[in-house]
C-alpha cells in the first residue's frame, strides 16, 4: 500500500516536476517574449523620442530670418511731425491709453504725446523701455523729456517695425513669436480652454480623457476631448486625420516624452507657433503670428482681447468657425471661450462683457503675403542673397536691419495709387497703367522706399527692379555732364546748335532725330537744351563727345552693366529699371559721390552678434564742382524748363533739381529728381507696353512732386563748394541777366568761368499771344 | 592652424602700419598736424584711434571740432563713438558715426571721423572718398580741409598711388600754411 502510495506519489511527484518544468519552461519563454516585447517597445519609445524631440528642435530652430524697418530716431529738431509720428506709433501697433504705463502704449494731447516705449535690444546697445514726452512744432520734434523727472533726452530710439521673415520655400509660412511677445491674454485663454491642468499634468491628464469619454458617452457622440496641449501640439505636428487608437497612444507617449525634455513654456511657445488655424488655397495658416496677419492684418501683439479670444476660439476647428463664412458660429464659439475664461478667473465680468459685445472685424480678404511690404522685401531678398547662403538665411534665424522707412513708404504708395488712378481714368486706360516708385537718401544711397507696382501689397511683377523700359531723356544729364567735365570746352552758357542733324550707321542706316515740338531752335545756350530736352542739339552734342564717353561717365556714375554706344542712346532708347536710373541720379544728388543704393544697414546672428555691416560707402564720381554745375541745370528743368507743372503739388519745387522723359509714341512717363535729403525715381507705363498717353510732365512729375511735398522733402543746397559761383543767366543769349529778371537762370559756374558780358532779360519783351500759348503748351507736352 | 592664422593677421596689420609709418618718416608729412600724429602714435603703441572729441577741451589733441550747431543728439552720438573706439569696438563707433552723418548729413565734420576710422581700420578707398565728401562739404574750414587732404594722402599712399599723395600731400600743406600762424 505504501509502496503503491510511494509510486503514486512519485508518479505524481513526477506529473508535479513534469508540470514544473513546464511552468517553468513557458515561464521561460514568457519572460523572454515579454524581455523581448520590452526591448521592443522601449526601443519604439526611444525611435518615438528621437522622431519628437528632432521635430521639436527642428519647428523650433527653423527660425526665419526677422526683418526690421529703421527704428525712428527722435530728438530735439528731428523731421518728424506729429501726424507722421501718429502713422508710426500706428505701424508700430502702439496702443492709445487713458495712462500710460505698459510698454507699447501712449497717449495724445494736441502736440504732446506721452508714451511708454517698448525698449528693443539693438547690437550697438541696448535702447531701455522709457515713459516719455514728446513736443511737435511746425513739422518737427521740438521737444523729448523723461515724462516724470522733465529731463531733456537727446537722442531716443524706438523699437523698429518688424517688416517680414524671410522664409523657406514651403507651401507654409510662419510668423514665429516668443511667448513674451504674444498679447497676455493669450497663454492664460489658451490653457484655460484647452487645457486648464497644463501646468500640472505631464503630458496626458487622464481625469480630463475620463471627464471627455464620460461627456461623449452620455451625449452618445464626441462633443469633448481630453487632448492637453502637449498632445495637441504633437498631432499638429504629424498633421494626420486619421482617428485610431493607435495614433491617440502615440500621441500620448509623444507628449509625455516631450514633457520630459522641454518645459512648459517651451512647450506653449511651440504650440502657438504650431496650432493650425487656417486655409487659402494651398496655404496652411499655422500658428498665431500668422493668423493675426491671415485674419486681422496686424501683428499678434497689436490684437486687444475680443481678438485674441476670437483665435483661440478657432483652434477647435478652423474650417468649421471659419470667420469669413460662419461668422455666427463663431460668435458663439467665442462667447462660449470669454465664459470659461471668466470662469477660471482669467478675465473680469466686464471684460467678458465688453468682448462679447464686440465685432469680429476680421478683415474680408487676406493679405496674400506675410509682408505688407513685398516690393521692398524682395530687394532685401536679392541683396541678402548675393552675399549669404540660402540655406544661411532660412534657417539661422538671422535678423536683419533695414533702411526702409514705412512713412515715406505710405507717402509714396498714397501719392502712386492717387495719381495712378486719376490718369488710368482721364486716358480710359482701363486699369493698364501701371507705375513704380522708389524713395532713397541722397546720403549714402539708402532705400527708404520703393512701391513696386499700383497695388502693393501684392507680391508680383517688381516694376521698379524687373521692369527695364527705354529712359528717353533721362539719359541727357549724363551727356551734359560729359560736356562740363571738359571745362576748358564747355560750360552751361556754351551755345549749341540745335538744327537737324542726320546720322549714318556703319551699315548705312540713316537716323534724323527730331525735337518733340517738331521744331529747330537755332543756337541755343548748353542750360537750355537740357532744360527744355531738345534732341538735336542733345544728339549733336553726343556725337561731338563721342557716344563712348557718355557710356563710360554712366558706369562711372552707378550703372553696373555694359550698355552699348550707339548713337540712338543719346536719345535714350537703352532700357533701364527705376532702380539703375536711382543708382545713376543718386550720384547726381549726393553732389558727384557715388554710394551703392543699399536696403540693409546690419545683419544680426540669432545670439545677437554682428555678421555683416553694410557701411557707408561714398566715393567720388564725379568732381564735386561739376556736379553743382550740373545741378544748377538740372533745378532750371523744375524753375523754367520741362518741369515747371511740379509747383502745382510741390510749392518749393523750383528749389529741386530733376529731369523729365518721355518715349516714343508716348509709352513710358518718367520722372528723376532731387533736392538735399531725398531722391526719386517715378516711372508710368503699361506691362504691355502699349502707349499710354503721358509724357514724362503729364504723368511721373505729378507723383514726384506729391511724393516729395507728403515727405517733406528738403530743397537743394549749392552753396558749400568754394569754387563755385552762382549768377543769374538771360536763356536766350546766355548773357548775364540783370537783377529783378523773372525768365532768368540761377546757374553755377566753376570759379572763374562766369560769363562776364551782361545782357537783356527776355521776359522783359512783349511776348504776342501767340508766343506765349506756344511757350505754355511747350512746357505742359514735356 | 588658428595661431598661425592669427599670426599671419596680425603680421598683416602690422605691415601695414609700417607703411603708413615709413610714408609719414619720408619727409612728405612737413606739417605733422593732429592726424599724422596720432597715426605715428598708433604705429608705435597700436592704440585705439582718437582724434574726434565732441568737446574739443576734453581732449587736447582734437583739433577738428565738430562745429558749434552740432545738435546735442549728434554730440550724444559722437561720445558713444569715442568710447566704443578707446575699446577697440570699431564697428561700433563706425554705426555712431553713421547715425550722426544721417541726423546731420551736410555737417562735414562727421564724414570727416567716418573718413579717419576707416583710414585706420584699412579700408583705404573708402576714407579716401569720405574725406572727399567732407571737403565738398567743408566750405571755408581750412583747417578741415588741410586734414582732409591729410587723410586722402595717407589713403593714396597705401593704395599705391605715391604722385597723388604728393599732390594730395601738397594741397594739404598748401592749405595748412595759408591758416598762417595757427
Redesign the interface.
Known amino acids: 500500500m505504501a509502496r503503491r502510495v510511494t509510486r503514486k506519489r512519485r508518479r505524481g511527484s513526477r506529473r508535479v516536476a513534469k508540470k514544473r518544468t513546464h511552468n517553468r519552461r513557458w515561464w521561460h519563454h514568457w519572460k523572454r517574449g515579454l524581455a523581448i516585447c520590452l526591448v521592443l517597445l522601449l526601443a519604439y519609445v526611444i525611435y518615438l523620442d528621437v522622431l519628437i524631440r528632432i521635430k521639436f528642435e527642428g519647428k523650433r530652430w527653423a527660425l526665419p530670418a526677422h526683418v526690421y524697418a529703421r527704428p525712428l530716431?527722435l530728438?530735439?529738431?528731428?523731421p518728424v511731425s506729429r501726424t507722421e509720428f501718429q502713422l508710426e506709433l500706428d505701424k508700430l501697433g502702439y496702443r492709445l491709453a487713458y495712462q500710460v504705463k505698459e510698454s507699447g502704449s501712449y497717449a495724445r494731447s494736441g502736440a504732446r504725446f506721452d508714451l511708454r516705449t517698448r525698449g528693443f535690444g539693438f547690437?550697438?546697445?541696448n535702447e531701455p523701455a522709457k515713459t516719455v514726452s514728446i513736443w511737435f512744432k511746425d513739422g518737427e520734434v521740438a521737444q523729448v523729456h523723461t515724462k516724470d523727472t522733465g529731463n531733456?533726452i537727446?537722442?531716443l530710439r524706438l523699437d523698429p517695425m518688424f517688416i517680414g521673415g524671410i522664409y523657406p520655400d514651403k507651401h507654409e509660412d510662419r510668423l514665429l513669436v516668443k511667448l513674451d511677445e504674444t498679447p497676455e491674454w493669450l497663454p492664460k485663454a489658451l490653457v484655460a480652454v484647452e487645457d486648464r491642468n497644463f501646468y500640472q499634468h505631464h503630458g496626458v491628464d487622464l481625469k480630463a480623457i475620463a471627464r471627455a469619454l464620460w461627456a461623449n458617452v452620455r451625449a452618445g457622440a464626441t462633443v469633448q476631448g481630453g487632448s492637453t496641449l502637449t498632445q495637441q501640439l504633437v498631432k499638429n505636428f504629424f498633421l494626420s486625420n486619421t482617428r485610431s487608437l493607435w495614433r491617440k497612444a502615440n500621441e500620448a507617449v509623444m507628449a509625455v516624452l516631450l514633457e520630459l525634455h522641454y518645459d512648459k513654456n517651451e512647450i506653449l511657445e511651440a504650440y502657438i507657433n504650431e496650432v493650425y488655424l487656417g486655409q487659402q488655397g494651398k496655404r496652411a495658416v499655422h500658428g498665431f503670428g500668422l493668423a493675426s496677419r491671415f485674419y486681422f492684418d496686424k501683428s499678434l501683439a497689436q490684437l486687444d482681447l475680443p481678438q485674441t479670444v476670437t483665435l483661440v476660439a478657432l483652434v477647435r476647428g478652423p474650417t468649421f468657425y471659419d470667420p469669413r463664412r460662419h461668422p455666427t458660429r463663431l460668435r458663439e464659439r467665442r462667447e462660449l471661450v470669454l465664459d470659461i475664461m471668466l470662469e477660471q478667473g482669467v478675465i473680469s465680468t466686464a471684460q467678458a462683457n465688453k468682448a462679447k459685445q464686440a465685432n469680429l472685424r476680421v478683415i474680408p480678404n487676406p493679405p496674400l503675403g506675410i509682408t505688407p511690404y513685398p516690393g521692398f522685401m524682395d530687394l532685401v531678398r536679392r541683396q541678402l542673397r548675393r552675399d549669404y547662403r540660402k540655406q544661411d538665411l532660412t534657417s539661422e534665424g538671422l535678423r536683419i536691419f533695414t533702411t526702409f522707412d514705412p512713412v515715406v513708404q505710405h507717402h509714396a504708395e498714397q501719392a502712386l495709387k492717387k495719381h495712378i488712378n486719376r490718369l488710368d481714368r482721364a486716358r480710359k486706360l482701363a486699369g493698364h497703367l501701371e507705375g513704380g516708385a522708389i524713395v532713397t537718401?541722397?546720403?549714402?544711397g539708402e532705400v527708404l522706399a520703393l512701391v513696386a507696382g499700383r497695388r502693393p501689397q501684392f507680391a508680383g511683377f517688381n516694376r521698379v527692379l524687373d521692369a527695364r523700359r527705354p529712359v528717353g531723356s533721362l539719359i541727357k544729364p549724363a551727356i551734359y555732364l560729359t560736356a562740363l567735365q571738359r571745362a576748358d570746352q564747355f560750360n552751361l552758357v556754351t551755345m549749341l546748335d540745335d538744327s537737324p542733324i542726320t546720322i549714318q550707321s556703319d551699315s548705312g542706316e540713316e537716323w534724323t532725330p527730331a525735337n518733340y515740338d517738331k521744331e529747330s531752335h537755332g543756337t541755343v545756350p548748353l542750360f537750355v537744351a537740357l532744360t527744355r530736352s531738345y534732341n538735336q542739339a542733345t544728339v549733336r552734342l553726343g556725337m561731338e563727345l563721342g557716344v563712348d564717353k557718355v557710356v563710360e561717365n554712366l558706369r562711372a556714375l552707378g550703372l553696373d552693366r555694359q550698355v552699348a554706344p550707339y548713337p540712338s542712346l543719346l536719345l535714350g532708347a537703352t532700357s533701364m529699371t527705376p532702380y539703375e536710373i536711382a543708382q545713376i541720379y543718386q550720384t547726381f544728388a549726393?553732389?558727384?559721390?557715388r554710394s551703392p543704393l543699399s536696403a540693409i544697414?546690419?545683419v544680426l546672428a540669432a545670439n545677437g552678434e554682428?555678421l555683416q555691416?553694410y557701411?557707408?560707402?561714398?566715393?567720388?564720381a564725379v568732381d564735386?564742382v561739376t556736379a553743382q554745375v550740373l545741378n544748377s541745370a538740372l533745378r532750371e528743368v523744375l524753375r523754367h524748363g520741362t518741369g515747371t507743372s511740379a509747383v502745382r503739388l510741390l510749392p518749393a519745387a523750383g528749389d529741386f533739381a530733376g529731369k523729365t522723359g518721355t518715349t516714343n509714341d508716348l509709352r513710358d512717363s518718367w520722372f528723376a529728381g532731387f533736392g538735399?535729403?531725398r531722391l526719386a525715381v517715378v516711372w508710368l507705363g503699361s506691362d504691355d507696353n502699349r502707349p499710354v498717353g503721358l509724357t514724362g510732365a503729364s504723368g511721373a512729375l505729378a507723383i514726384w512732386s506729391d511724393t516729395m511735398q507728403r515727405v517733406n522733402a528738403q530743397p537743394l543746397?549749392l552753396?558749400?563748394?568754394?569754387e563755385v559761383e552762382v549768377t543769374k543767366i538771360d536763356p536766350e543769349t546766355g548773357l548775364r541777366a540783370p537783377a529783378g529778371c523773372v525768365s532768368a537762370a540761377e546757374l553755377a559756374f566753376s570759379k572763374g568761368t562766369l560769363p562776364r558780358e551782361k545782357g537783356g532779360c527776355a521776359s522783359d519783351q512783349e511776348e504776342s499771344l501767340p508766343e506765349r500759348t506756344g511757350r505754355w503748351f511747350r512746357k505742359w507736352l514735356h | 592652424m588658428v595661431q598661425k592664422m592669427v599670426a599671419l593677421i596680425k603680421g598683416k596689420k602690422i605691415r601695414m602700419r609700417v607703411k603708413f609709418c615709413e610714408f609719414s618718416r619720408c619727409g612728405l608729412l612737413r606739417t605733422v598736424s593732429l592726424s599724422s600724429a596720432l597715426l605715428l602714435a598708433a604705429c608705435a603703441t597700436q592704440a585705439p584711434p582718437e582724434g574726434y572729441s565732441p568737446d574739443p577741451e576734453a581732449d587736447p589733441k582734437a583739433v577738428i571740432s565738430p562745429g558749434k550747431n552740432t545738435s546735442p543728439a549728434v554730440l550724444d552720438l559722437l561720445e558713444r563713438a569715442r568710447v566704443a573706439s578707446r575699446a577697440g569696438e570699431n564697428q561700433k563707433a563706425e554705426a555712431y558715426l553713421e547715425r550722426a552723418i544721417r541726423i546731420e548729413p551736410r555737417n562735414p565734420a562727421l564724414w570727416h571721423y567716418m573718413a579717419k576710422v576707416h583710414l585706420y581700420g584699412g579700408r583705404l578707398q573708402k576714407a579716401q572718398g569720405l574725406a572727399a565728401k567732407s571737403n565738398s562739404l567743408a566750405g571755408k574750414n581750412v583747417r578741415l580741409r588741410s586734414d582732409n587732404w591729410r587723410i586722402i594722402a595717407h589713403a593714396k599712399q597705401g593704395l599705391g598711388d605715391k604722385n597723388g599723395a604728393r599732390a594730395a600731400q601738397d594741397k594739404a600743406n598748401a592749405l595748412a600754411a595759408s591758416m598762417g600762424g595757427q
Open positions: 530716431e530728438y530735439r529738431g528731428a547690437w550697438d546697445g531733456e537727446h537722442l537718401a541722397t546720403t549714402g549726393a553732389g558727384g559721390f544697414r546690419e554682428p555691416r557701411s557707408l560707402d561714398v566715393a567720388q564735386p538735399s535729403d543746397e552753396t558749400a563748394e568754394l
